[in-house]
């Protein structure tokens, strides 16, 4: 946060205008031009473009869409929330979710697959674009809904929540599948406090015009007009063409998100890639340190957080190490606890012993920290008490 985002809240603020209005379209059309995708809609969290996405495309009962076991709650929520079933399939080394595992995964009543590009790093987009065209797969699926009859195969929708600017094989995450959902929580790269946006790269005969409109008035209960054209000379008269949903977003998150997209690339992500480099440097000098990947030639990371792993411990062993790290007044996390772990999904049947390679990365994990406010020295003082707390715990000096 700082003066320009606050200038920019202000005279919203004193516009006459506070939720959705000419902010927010102004947003949508910078994030398309930023990352490529044909049309943007903004809506009030990731979270919120997911499921909107899921309705969208009909899911429901009997439907089964394919999640990594590895991700955030939201991920998952979403299908139950749409009464359809979990399918969670097991990730690879690199934390993302494994292309061999979705393949596995696919039956007759598979609808979506969702990928996340955990950390910022982008998942295969080739292999799982490639992986439901495949004839034999095209072949199981069978659509619906109108929009299911239209793809006519499994639909991706991409939980990009981390990965804004995030980049594989020179193209932005936003514009590498058929439908990319990004977050403006308060903790993602770059943040509205809450919020989201919905990019879409459908192929034809979609058009992305009218799937625009369709979705901006599913985002506001169905409703033919948004408050900004009822204003507009005779413009009372509404229509309520389905029960749709509250999820649009205000002006006033627009305001930062426009701030902050101006100079998201020069100035944050580099900013980000600068401490990734300076852990990196650091923890290559340990033999007990795996450093994670996040830029090879073909992809590039958005630097979100700094998954480090730390070699032949257990997961009791890294809780401790945490323990360690925190005695020293730093702050690190775990990202994340697989959702097979977690008491909903445990109960509903789920066992971790069926994802050993997302159980494996989780349990050698430690986030560091990594924000735009972080300078050097605190990076240093990260690093000293991670080393410190690792050799204590291991006892390897
Ligand atoms: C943050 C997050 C979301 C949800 O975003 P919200 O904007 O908070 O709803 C979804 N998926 C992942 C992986 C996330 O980290």
Same mark, same amino acid.
């Given at each position: 946060m700082d003066q320009k985002i606050v200038d920019e809240v202000v005279d919203t603020l004193w516009s006459g205008w506070i939720t959705t209005g000419p902010k927010t379209k102004k947003f949508e059309k910078m994030l398309t031009a930023y990352a490529g995708q044909s049309v943007t809609?903004?809506?009030?969290?990731?979270?919120?473009?997911?499921?909107?996405?899921?309705?969208?495309?009909?899911?429901?009962?009997?439907?089964?869409?394919?999640?990594?076991?590895y991700t955030y709650a939201a991920t998952a929520n979403v299908v139950v929330h749409c009464?359809?079933?979990?399918?969670?399939?097991?990730?690879?080394?690199?934390?993302?979710?494994?292309?061999?595992a979705i393949q596995k995964a696919i039956t007759p009543r598979t609808k979506v697959i969702i990928p996340v590009d955990i950390a910022g790093w982008p998942c295969d987009y080739d292999a799982i674009n490639a992986l439901v065209?495949?004839?034999?797969?095209?072949?199981?699926f069978t659509p619906a809904t109108k929009a299911?009859? =239209? @793809?006519? &195969?499994?639909?991706?929708?991409?939980?990009?929540?981390?990965? +804004?600017?995030?980049?594989?094989k020179n193209r932005m995450t936003g514009a590498l599948t058929d439908i990319t959902v990004y977050s403006f929580h308060a903790v993602k790269n770059l943040t509205t406090a809450e919020g989201g946006a919905v990019c879409m790269n459908l192929p034809p005969p979609f058009d992305h015009d009218l799937l625009y409109r369709e979705l901006n008035a599913k985002s506001l209960h169905g409703q033919t007009k948004d408050a900004l054209?009822?204003?507009q000379i005779g413009g009372w008269r509404y229509d309520i063409i389905e029960p749709g949903y509250k999820y649009n977003m205000t002006d006033i998150q627009a305001s930062m998100g426009i701030v902050e997209l101006v100079r998201y690339n020069k100035d944050m992500l580099v900013r980000r890639k600068h401490i990734f480099d300076r852990y990196t440097t650091a923890f290559s000098g340990y033999s007990w340190a795996q450093v994670p990947l996040y830029e =090879? @030639?073909? &992809?590039?990371?958005?630097?979100?957080?700094?998954?480090?792993? +730390?070699?032949?411990?257990?997961?009791?062993?890294?809780?401790?190490?945490?323990?360690?790290?925190?005695?020293?007044?730093?702050?690190?996390?775990v990202h994340f606890v697989p959702l097979p772990m977690m008491t909903y999904y445990r109960e509903a049947g789920y066992r971790i012993q069926d994802y050993p390679v997302a159980y494996d990365n989780y349990s050698h994990e430690i986030s560091l920290p990594v924000y735009y406010d972080?300078?050097?020295?605190?990076?240093?003082?990260?690093?000293?008490?991670?080393?410190?707390?690792?050799?204590?715990?291991?006892?390897?000096?």
């Amino acid at each position: 946060m700082d003066q320009k985002i606050v200038d920019e809240v202000v005279d919203t603020l004193w516009s006459g205008w506070i939720t959705t209005g000419p902010k927010t379209k102004k947003f949508e059309k910078m994030l398309t031009a930023y990352a490529g995708q044909s049309v943007t809609l903004c809506v009030s969290s990731g979270s919120a473009g997911l499921e909107l996405m899921l309705h969208w495309f009909g899911i429901g009962p009997g439907d089964e869409v394919i999640v990594p076991a590895y991700t955030y709650a939201a991920t998952a929520n979403v299908v139950v929330h749409c009464g359809a079933k979990v399918v969670f399939v097991d990730s690879d080394e690199d934390f993302n979710i494994s292309v061999e595992a979705i393949q596995k995964a696919i039956t007759p009543r598979t609808k979506v697959i969702i990928p996340v590009d955990i950390a910022g790093w982008p998942c295969d987009y080739d292999a799982i674009n490639a992986l439901v065209r495949k004839p034999e797969f095209q072949r199981l699926f069978t659509p619906a809904t109108k929009a299911q009859m =239209t @793809l006519n &195969r499994i639909l991706i929708l991409s939980d990009a929540a981390h990965s +804004i600017g995030g980049k594989y094989k020179n193209r932005m995450t936003g514009a590498l599948t058929d439908i990319t959902v990004y977050s403006f929580h308060a903790v993602k790269n770059l943040t509205t406090a809450e919020g989201g946006a919905v990019c879409m790269n459908l192929p034809p005969p979609f058009d992305h015009d009218l799937l625009y409109r369709e979705l901006n008035a599913k985002s506001l209960h169905g409703q033919t007009k948004d408050a900004l054209a009822k204003t507009q000379i005779g413009g009372w008269r509404y229509d309520i063409i389905e029960p749709g949903y509250k999820y649009n977003m205000t002006d006033i998150q627009a305001s930062m998100g426009i701030v902050e997209l101006v100079r998201y690339n020069k100035d944050m992500l580099v900013r980000r890639k600068h401490i990734f480099d300076r852990y990196t440097t650091a923890f290559s000098g340990y033999s007990w340190a795996q450093v994670p990947l996040y830029e =090879t @030639l073909e &992809r590039k990371s958005s630097f979100h957080v700094y998954l480090l792993r +730390i070699k032949r411990i257990n997961e009791a062993q890294r809780d401790r190490i945490i323990q360690e790290i925190f005695k020293k007044e730093v702050a690190v996390n775990v990202h994340f606890v697989p959702l097979p772990m977690m008491t909903y999904y445990r109960e509903a049947g789920y066992r971790i012993q069926d994802y050993p390679v997302a159980y494996d990365n989780y349990s050698h994990e430690i986030s560091l920290p990594v924000y735009y406010d972080l300078t050097d020295e605190m990076v240093d003082t990260v690093i000293k008490a991670v080393v410190e707390a690792v050799e204590t715990v291991r006892g390897d000096k």
